[in-house]
Structure formats: structure tokens, C-alpha cells
């Protein structure tokens, strides 16, 4: 062999080595960052899900929950529709930013900047939007090279106060609604700018229309930069309207009226979540990425034996109204089938997101979450009092400190202490026997109270 093709064969090799090692360090590129998809659902009770209440079928989520760290104290602190949506988006507990109701938009003056509620014994103001100044997660991950894509409710604001607004870069199905009229077509009545509506037709189903458009957008990203998927979904929020093939199957069954409806929706959210997860896996992207499953607050009907209160009945702030399903998969971070009891609250997520971004560890003294890596790496984060505080009726806040410990407070001077370790029902109130906790905590809410509610 001449030294020309010895040369040239050296040449290739060398070129062939080099071609190699630039794919595989791209390919590690794009790996270092996981995508995310946070599959975020409305009146999502704690109970309402198989593996605790064998009245709902959701193999979906019970198989997430198998390969999932599952957090099975976790709270929000506004838990109502907007103020939860708040609090995810920016890290912030939703009182702060003078949210402490849902959005609702007086027609008579729909720019308002605060609503009142004609319930509410104090006639507190809460906000109609968002501020846009906030700096949502969406924000902050596009700073370490995300694209966000937004699917489904948003109800913080209306035009020009949309996601797109607030960091995304896309938006598929919002419209300024906190719930549809119908989960069949026609869906919503007026308050459709982006003219979302005119692509479907009668006998379509919202929750199936929406997962359309997460999976379109799964399967058709080619963009080199990681993503993250907001899906924010509309059920299982009210109006019931099951599914109609679904629905059958639980009357057969024996539930009627409402709670017939509500197991159809849960279980065509649950068809939901599998689709998104086929569709990662057919991307060939699932080992790398993390799927986050949470509620934004109790249910509304029944949380079933052992939770007390729910959505609606005066006691939002009990177990059943503010203590909501969250389970976490993260690839070879997470250990598989594993159970979290400490307290945490979605307000966490905003660091926790940062982090997995970022791969840094994330600090911010102007938002209250805290990141939840450590305990998605089987470790322990900081005990920390948990507040709560809405302003519907006569109970109002609420404080869960260092896990075992509940204090509850009304307007009308009451209070309530339960022991929600020993008493997940909370059936025995401890309130005025003598217990170092009680002035403990009622020192603290007040404290937190003074520093944290705004005046106006």
C-alpha cells in the first residue's frame, strides 16, 4: 500500500472519529436537559383516583404512580381555580399578589382590576389577572433554553394577559373561561378570541380535542432545544358532562346522576394521560422526560372516606379541599414506586422546575416554594410551616406545621386543631385543651397574617 492511500485511509479514519464524536457530543447536548410535561388538573380530588378508591378507573395514573415518587401530602395554598393557576405559575403564595378568589369578570366593567364576592363576610378585593410583571416558570425556563408550549385553561387574565404573554410560545385551546358550558361541542359560549372553536364539530369531546393538540405538538417537535408541555385541563371542573361511551359503563355499574358523570370524566382524563405518555414514548423521548401530574384542589363532590370537606361546603381549607393527588416521574432521578409524607405545596414547583432546568440549585427569597430535588433524589428538605388563605366565607386560613399539626381559622373568631397524622378525618378537634401548639400556632398565622395579606 502507498503512503498516498495509507495517508488517506488515516485521513478517513481521523474525518469518520471526529463525524462521530461530534454527533454523540450533540446527541449529549441535546439529552443533558430533560423535557418536561406537567399535566395539571381542575377539581382533581385526593381520592378520586384508583389506587385509593376502586370507584374510579384510571390505569393510566396508577401506572405514573408506580414508576412515580408519589408526594401524598401535598397541598395548594389557594385552593380555587385562578389563585392556584397563580401560585403554580410563579412560586408564590397567591394572597401575596391580592388573589385570594377565582377570577370573575364583571361584565358591567370588564377591565376591573379587583372583584368582590357577595359571600365573603369581610368583602375582601381579589385580583382579575395575573400582573404581567410576575415572572412565571415559563419565563424562567426559556432563560435556560426551553420552548413552552401551553395547552388547555388558563383563566389568569384575558387578551393581552394570555400565556403567550407570560412566557410561552405557543397556546392550543385557551379561551377566557374558567369552564366550559359543555364538554361536547360547542364547548363555550362566546369568550373565544383566538377562534379556537371553529375547528371542531358536534360530538366532539373537549378533554379529547385537547389532548389532540398536546400529542400533535409531541409528535411533531423538531426543534433541537428541550420543551416543556403545559397541559392545563379543563375537567374534571364542572359542568359533569361524561363521555358518552364512558359514562354508560358507570351507570351499568350502579353510580347515578353526577357522580356516573364525574367517573366518566376522571377516567377520560385518565385516557388523557396515557396518550400524552404513548405519544412521548413514540417520540422515543419518554427516557427523557419528566411527567408531573398535580391538581389544582380538592373535589367537588366527594373526596371519599378518609379526607373531610372538598370544593365546596364552607371547609375548602380541610383535607378534602386542599390536599390534592401529585406525583412526580423524573428518569433516573426518581425511585420508582416510592411514597413522599412530607407536607409540600405546589408553590414548590416553580424552584423545582429551575432546578431541573438549570441542573443548579435555585434560590429566591421573593417566592416561598422550595425546590422538592432533594426529596426527588430520596433525600430530606427542611420542616417549614405550610399557609393557607381564601376568602369565600366564614373560614378563611390556615397553617400545617411541621407535619402533624393543623390550626383552621374564621372570620368569626373560631378556630380548629387537628392532629392530621393521627386524624386524617379531622373528626377530633383539639382546639382549648391546653396544648402548647395551639397558642404556638395561633401566634404564628398571625404573624404570617400581618407580614403576608395585603391591605387595601
Known amino acids: 500500500m502507498n503512503l498516498k492511500k495509507t495517508g488517506l485511509i488515516a485521513l478517513c479514519i481521523a474525518m469518520s472519529f471526529t463525524s462521530c464524536k461530534g454527533q454523540e457530543s450533540k446527541k449529549e447536548s441535546k439529552s443533558e436537559k430533560p423535557n418536561i410535561v406537567l399535566l395539571f388538573v381542575d377539581d382533581y380530588g385526593w381520592s378520586d383516583v384508583g ?41 408564590k403564595e397567591a394572597i401575596r399578589l391580592g388573589m385570594p378568589r377565582h377570577i370573575a369578570i364583571d361584565p358591567k366593567n370588564p377591565d376591573a382590576e379587583y372583584n368582590l364576592w357577595p359571600t365573603d363576610p369581610v368583602q375582601r378585593p381579589s385580583r382579575n389577572y395575573l400582573p404581567l410583571e410576575e415572572i412565571t416558570y415559563a419565563e424562567r425556563l426559556k432563560e435556560f433554553g426551553y420552548y413552552n408550549y401551553f395547552v ?33 361541542f360547542p364547548f363555550f359560549k362566546g369568550g373565544d378570541p383566538k377562534g379556537f372553536m371553529k375547528n371542531y364539530k358536534e360530538g366532539d369531546y373537549l378533554t379529547d380535542v385537547l389532548t389532540d393538540g398536546a400529542v400533535k405538538f409531541i409528535k411533531g417537535y423538531d426543534k ?24 354508560k359503563k358507570y351507570q351499568d355499574a350502579g353510580l347515578e346522576g353526577k357522580y356516573a358523570h364525574h367517573a366518566a370524566m376522571v377516567e377520560a382524563m385518565d385516557e388523557s394521560v396515557g396518550r400524552v405518555r404513548k405519544a412521548l414514548e413514540e417520540k422515543g423521548i419518554a427516557d427523557n422526560t419528566v411527567v408531573i401530574v398535580l391538581s389544582d384542589q380538592g373535589g367537588a363532590y366527594t373526596n371519599a372516606p378518609p379526607l373531610s370537606g372538598g370544593k365546596k361546603g364552607g371547609n375548602t381549607l380541610g383535607e378534602g379541599g386542599a390536599r390534592v393527588p401529585f406525583m412526580i416521574y423524573y428518569p433516573e432521578v426518581t425511585t420508582p414506586n416510592t411514597v413522599s409524607n412530607v407536607p409540600v405545596q405546589s408553590i414548590d414547583l ?34 417549614r410551616n405550610l399557609y393557607f388563605f381564601r376568602s369565600y366565607e366564614d373560614q378563611y386560613a390556615a397553617v400545617i406545621s411541621g ?4 390550626l383552621v381559622k374564621y372570620h368569626s373568631g373560631k378556630f380548629q386543631l387537628f392532629n392530621v397524622v393521627k386524624d386524617i378525618s379531622e373528626q377530633n378537634d383539639l382546639i382549648g385543651t391546653n396544648l402548647e ?5 395561633k401566634n404564628e398565622i398571625a404573624a404570617w397574617e400581618k407580614e403576608a395579606v395585603p391591605t387595601y
Open 152 to 184: 388547555g385553561k388558563w383563566h389568569l387574565g384575558h387578551q393581552g394577559r394570555y400565556p403567550i404573554d407570560q412566557g410561552f410560545d405557543e397556546e392550543f385551546g385557551t379561551t377566557d373561561h374558567g369552564h366550559p358550558k359543555s364538554y361536547y
Open 403 to 406: 407535619g402533624d399539626w393543623k
Open 437 to 441: 401548639i395551639e397558642t404556638q400556632l
Open 350 to 383: 416553580y424552584p423545582t422546575l429551575i432546578e431541573i432546568a438549570s441542573g443548579e440549585k435555585y434560590e429566591n427569597k421573593d417566592i416561598q416554594g422550595v425546590s422538592l430535588m432533594p426529596l426527588l433524589k430520596g433525600k430530606k428538605i427542611a420542616k
Open 51 to 91: 389506587y385509593r378508591n376502586n370507584t374510579f378507573n384510571t390505569p393510566n395514573i396508577d401506572q405514573l404512580k408506580r414508576e412515580s415518587l408519589d408526594f401524598n401530602r401535598a397541598y395548594i395554598p389557594t385552593p380555587t381555580c385562578s389563585p392556584s393557576r397563580l401560585s403554580l405559575l410563579t412560586g
Open 224 to 247: 433541537d432545544q428541550p420543551f416543556m408541555l403545559s397541559f392545563w385541563y379543563y375537567s374534571v371542573h364542572g359542568p359533569s358532562v361524561g363521555r358518552k361511551d364512558l359514562l
